[in-house]
């Protein structure tokens, strides 16, 4: 596993802007309304994504309080490269208040495991892997047969701005940019994947949020 530079400077920022957004904010409350915003999120996908206590769940790139802060029953895995860092400069997180949870402090790329996951959640997260297509490979073959990955992408809203982007790094915490196209046309070259639901989950003036729900074959 290579670690670009770019991807470097992007976790070097990534840690900043969570420490500076987050510094005036009350744990519990800021928690509270995470735990909102994702039952809320969970609420625009396909009645077709069932979860119980069963469900083996994956939360790839999770930050502090990624979904995983929903469950308190079933058995998760997160993985995050800079879970160590949130632990010791956020005190909005902590491994402790998750005893349901496995923490992998590691990009995706270095994560390895014989569990089959029958629902991966990537949300916020794909423009900060170090290489897109290979983690794509890599979640298809972490998913069980029939199983879902739901990931949620921001993509250019004017795409005659994402050269600019890409070239110059003017967004410095995603190392890659996306149009929605470009982003659905990478994921239809892989055979493992059915795409499902393409929502527009939030219109921004430079980016828009999608989320994508696609099944494995």
């Known amino acids: ?65 990624g979904i995983f802060i929903l469950w308190d029953k079933n058995k998760i895995d997160a993985i995050d490269p800079l879970f160590d860092k949130y632990e010791t400069h956020i005190p909005h997180f902590t491994k402790k208040l998750y005893k349901n949870v496995t923490f992998y402090t590691t990009p995706i790329e270095g994560f390895s495991t014989p569990q089959k996951y029958d629902l991966i959640f990537c949300l916020n997260a794909i423009n900060h892997f170090i290489d897109v297509e290979n983690s794509l490979q890599i979640l298809a073959h972490l998913l069980a047969p029939e199983g879902f990955l739901v990931i949620s992408v921001d993509t250019h809203s004017m795409l005659f701005l994402r050269p600019l982007f890409k070239t110059l790094q003017l967004d410095i915490l995603h190392p890659h940019q996306f149009g929605l196209n470009e982003f659905l046309e990478t994921i239809k070259k892989m055979e493992e994947f059915k795409i499902g639901e393409v929502i527009l989950s939030k219109r921004g003036f430079l980016f828009n949020l999608h989320t994508i729900v696609l099944k494995k074959k």
């Open 1 to 65: 596993m290579k670690l670009t530079k770019r991807w470097k400077v992007a976790q070097y920022f990534e840690i900043r802007w969570w420490r500076k957004y987050l510094q005036h904010k009350n744990p519990e409350e800021y928690l509270l309304s995470k735990k909102k915003y994702w039952s809320s999120f969970l609420g625009q996908l396909s009645t077709e994504i069932e979860i119980n206590e069963k469900t083996k769940i994956l939360d790839v790139g999770a930050g502090p309080a």
